[in-house]
């Protein structure tokens, strides 16, 4: 048989034969058409491997598998970044994995938990809050064989198999950190969040609190005021808190509302100008950084999330071959610290 491989020139007809099936089904397995099953394609892939047929072979029949990416109100700078994301990771997958996205009015649990349950794709990607209706939803999607991932914000003890992202609990207790080395003196300090219904913000501020409490005495949170996220609404409610408590000497912005938080600053309605820690690299918080109204952003490492949350769903799906290396697993994604001097030039996004 080796002495034949090296003198006689193996055709799609051999192949067909030791495979028993029609030259057809060969060339589309060979050429990776589709449209063949997952038992045929196994048949033709090792009749080639056996005879030796000297072309670029699939590494196996793959089923396809098709990723909806439910992302609410993509005007967040987050959000738009994990959207990019997507949309330049699905350039480089396998033409056997296609991406959907599915852009929500608002991230209401109800709208949320409606798209999830209407989904018509394999697998599910999305951030959503911590709510009985969701996890209703999820474990009616898991009941249905379709997994669930989440990014940004998880469902703790939910039926989605992971979670693509990274410690709250801890990113918060490193914004208390930051804030207290960087603040002139003890005092005050003002939260701002979208609203605590989100794992990822409730955590922030668990962790930012306790954090206080623990390890920066003299520290003390004045007013945790939640904003919805939305510039306009979290500037004017930050004025109000700042006109009741002017001697506030940090803020800790724990969402995306980052333009409010500077406009409330520069009305210079505090006796001292404040030290602002926030999260995400934005072409807005580089701007703050630079200008010095910023004191460190936390960057929640979209592109890794992105990453991680179809690998996982991949895995699910046992698509990775014994001779392949996938995206490592990683059961957290690391925080990115940023401050005026390590900001990319241009920003990656």
């Not at 028993?20 to 589709?34: E, F, Q, Y």
Request: glycine letters at 6%; a positive charge; proline letters at 5%.
């Amino acid at each position: 048989m080796a002495s034949k491989r090296l003198t006689t020139r193996i055709t799609l007809t051999d192949v067909a034969k030791r495979a028993g099936v029609g030259t057809a089904s060969v060339d589309r397995v060979i050429n990776d058409r589709g449209n063949v099953s997952e038992e045929v394609s196994k048949r033709v892939l090792q009749a080639a491997k056996e005879l030796g047929l000297r072309r670029m072979l699939p590494q196996s029949h793959r089923r396809l598998i098709r990723i909806d990416v439910i992302l609410a109100r993509p005007e967040l700078p987050l959000i738009a970044r994990m959207g990019f994301e997507f949309r330049r990771l699905s350039t480089s997958l396998d033409r056997s994995i296609i991406i959907h996205r599915t852009v929500l009015e608002d991230e209401r649990a109800e709208t949320l938990a409606k798209a999830l349950t209407k989904t018509s794709c394999d697998a599910v990607v999305s951030y959503m809050q911590d709510h009985p209706i969701v996890h209703a939803a999820v474990e009616e999607l898991s009941a249905k064989g379709i997994p669930v991932v989440t990014v940004i914000s998880d469902v703790p003890g939910s039926a989605r198999i992971g979670y693509a992202g990274t410690n709250h609990y801890k990113a918060g207790r490193s914004a208390s950190y930051f804030t207290t080395k960087m603040g002139r003196s003890p005092g005050p300090i003002v939260i701002l969040c979208n609203h605590l219904g989100f794992q990822s913000h409730a955590d922030r501020v668990r962790g930012f609190c306790q954090f206080l409490v623990e390890k920066a005495p003299g520290w003390h949170v004045a007013e945790v005021v939640e904003g919805g996220d939305d510039r306009m609404h979290s500037e004017l409610r930050l004025r109000e808190v700042f006109q009741k408590h002017r001697d506030t000497v940090a803020i800790y912005n724990v969402g995306a509302a980052n333009i409010g938080v500077a406009r409330a600053i520069r009305a210079d309605l505090l006796d001292v100008r404040p030290v602002f820690v926030g999260h995400e690299l934005t072409s807005n918080t580089a701007a703050f950084l630079r200008e010095g109204l910023m004191s460190i952003a936390i960057d929640q490492s979209p592109e890794l999330q992105v990453r991680l949350a179809v690998d996982l769903i991949l895995r699910h799906f046992a698509f990775f071959g014994h001779d392949q290396a996938p995206f490592p697993l990683e059961t957290e994604v690391p925080t990115v610290l940023y401050g005026p001097e390590n900001i990319p030039n241009p920003l990656p996004f």
